[in-house]
């Protein structure tokens, strides 16, 4: 009778083990019309990796770096890693963005992949103009986007993948998964030998929420945030509580653009001196 029990024990072990197994699989739903076309992944989060050798680059702001390079209000950056370039978004025309990107001798066709934060034109009125220029390359965006935006990405004849849950795209590079209620938007996190790099599209989730899912993903410290982090109508009372909120997040650096605000810029760079970077369009940063 012992060994009965011992057996059942065994059986219940081995089926709470395969049952966890299963959830972290990746849920994928696809239409079949000659080749892979939609594809939803849930989850595929894989807290190992660590990346090397990363650079990122602003393509797109209204915020100026580099003189020789256009402004206009939006946000895109490449994320360089190794042999992966990551665009993150493509500001609002494709005009501003490739004639930025030809200045920085950057090729359309060394794109590997397209990161989309979430639906306004500032983030991706650029889409069309690389997707004309490289249609060998994957585009994740939110879930949550219009089916006439996503059937409209689909016709191009790239990969699409719709994002619901943090998941992995490259080793040691994730997305937040879709954050917030009114508007869904995803982040960009980079697991490096210096700290998460955390890359924010325009934070309509909170730019605290979204630097606290990132540490929650990986339980790893943050050295960077980038991007916007959409403070640019706040009140003083609310952008110091942030910036403390940051400290208290242990944030080692940032680089607030695009929507944040030059009050913003300001009193971060206040607080964090050389720790806080200047970004802009034609901003490289080396990691």
């Not at 989060?45 to 206009?72: A, C, F, M, Q, W």
């Not at 955390?198 to 990986?218: D, F, M, Q, Y």
Request: charged share 25%; proline share 2%; net charge negative.
């Amino acid at each position: 009778m012992k060994k009965i029990y011992i057996l059942i024990d065994l059986l219940v072990i081995l089926a709470v083990v395969f049952s966890g197994c299963i959830q972290e699989q990746q849920t994928i739903t696809t239409t079949e019309s000659g080749k892979k076309q939609r594809e939803v992944i849930k989850s595929n989060i894989s807290v190992g990796n660590t990346t090397k050798n990363t650079t990122i680059i602003t393509l797109y702001d209204n915020y100026k770096y580099n003189p020789e390079l256009k402004t206009r209000w939006g946000f895109s950056c490449l994320v360089k890693i190794n042999d992966k370039n990551i665009l993150f978004d493509t500001g609002a025309d494709s005009g501003t963005l490739l004639s930025n990107m030809e200045k920085m001798n950057i090729d359309v066709n060394g794109i590997d992949t397209i990161v989309l934060s979430h639906i306004h034109g500032d983030h991706v009125g650029g889409l069309d103009g690389i997707l004309e220029g490289n249609s060998n390359l994957t585009v994740y965006l939110p879930k949550s986007f219009p089916d006439s935006f996503k059937n409209k990405v689909r016709s191009s004849g790239v990969r699409m993948i719709e994002v619901k849950d943090s998941i992995e795209i490259y080793p040691g590079i994730y997305t937040t998964g879709e954050l917030g209620t009114w508007i869904k938007e995803q982040s960009l996190v980079i697991k490096t030998e210096k700290g998460l790099v955390v890359i924010s599209g325009c934070a309509h989730p909170g730019i605290v929420n979204i630097v606290r899912e990132a540490k929650k993903l990986t339980n790893e410290r943050v050295y960077l945030v980038i991007g916007g982090f959409h403070l640019f109508s706040a009140e003083d009372s609310e952008l110091k509580r942030i910036v403390k909120n940051f400290r208290d997040l242990e944030v080692e650096k940032v680089a607030p653009s695009h929507c944040s605000g030059d009050r913003t810029r300001e009193l971060f760079e206040q607080e964090y001196g050389e720790n806080f970077i200047e970004n802009g369009v034609g901003r490289v940063i080396e990691i």
